[in-house]
T-cell receptor, first 114, second 113 residues
Framework: GEEVAQTPKHLVRGEGQKAKLYCAPI?????VFWYQQVLKNEFKFLIS????????ETGMPKERFSAKCLPNSPCSLEIQATKLEDSAVYFC????????????FGSGTQLSVL | QQQVKQSPQSLIVQKGGISIINCAYE??????FPWYQQFPGKGPALLIA?????SEKKEGRFTISFNKSAKQFSLHIMDSQPGDSATYFC????????????FGQGTRLTINP
């Protein structure tokens, strides 16, 4: 597709429940990034992929967050045992060539943990 | 050292005026400086970008001014229009290691008609 597609648009979870977010990057884009935006403020980098390989996961709270980009499937970000502080908008972005430049963002998934 | 500091946090400009948003950085490993525009409920969209070997880049009403020695760059929106009302984020691309984009804190711009 010509845009980064993120689903669902909204997700509500009780504290301790699992949340799974999906992202279909633009066709032909090799690089995928996940960012977390809290309270409409700055973007916190979570993880990046080059095709199905993790490139950098230094932003991930590893004990609860995991992500995958498998061939012929949407990328996914999964949060086990959600906490109130995980409430945020999660953005996926993809880029075609040079890693990290000219990112095309999806519309985000608003995660609310109650 | 990987931070990008953006100011002001919010800005109100009259229609037809010039909007100016500033960013500063410390890390000389940044090699690419984009600006993103974000409307409510949407993801950020790339607006304009500059590399550090250029002091200014203009695209329509949008201009980036870049001061390498001061480690500062700014976005100028000429003839600001109500449709420009959005949140603007500066960013910097880190060439070393993860090569990720580091974002500023954002500026909420309101253009009054």
């Amino acid at each position: 597709g010509e845009e980064v597609a993120q689903t669902p648009k909204h997700l509500v979870r009780g504290e301790g429940q699992k949340a799974k977010l999906y992202c279909a990057p633009i066709k032909g884009h090799s690089y995928v990034f996940w960012y977390q935006q809290v309270l409409k403020n700055e973007f916190k980098f979570l993880i990046s992929f080059q095709n199905e390989n993790v490139f950098d996961e230094t932003g991930m709270p590893k004990e609860r967050f995991s992500a995958k980009c498998l061939p012929n499937s949407p990328c996914s970000l999964e949060i086990q045992a959600t906490k109130l502080e995980d409430s945020a908008v999660y953005f996926c972005a993809s880029s075609q060539m040079v890693l990290g430049e000219k990112l095309f963002f999806g519309s985000g998934t608003q995660l609310s943990v109650l | 050292q990987q931070q990008v500091k953006q100011s002001p946090q919010s800005l109100i400009v009259q229609k037809g005026g010039i909007s100016i948003i500033n960013c500063a950085y410390e890390n000389t490993a940044f090699d690419y400086f984009p600006w993103y525009q974000q409307f409510p409920g949407k993801g950020p969209a790339l607006l304009i970008a500059i590399r550090p070997d250029v002091s200014e880049k203009k695209e329509g009403r949008f201009t980036i001014s870049f001061n390498k020695s001061a480690k500062q760059f700014s976005l100028h929106i000429m003839d600001s229009q109500p449709g420009d009302s959005a949140t603007y984020f500066c960013a910097a691309h880190l060439i070393q290691g993860a090569q990720k984009l580091v974002f500023g804190q954002g500026t909420r711009l309101t253009i009054n008609p």
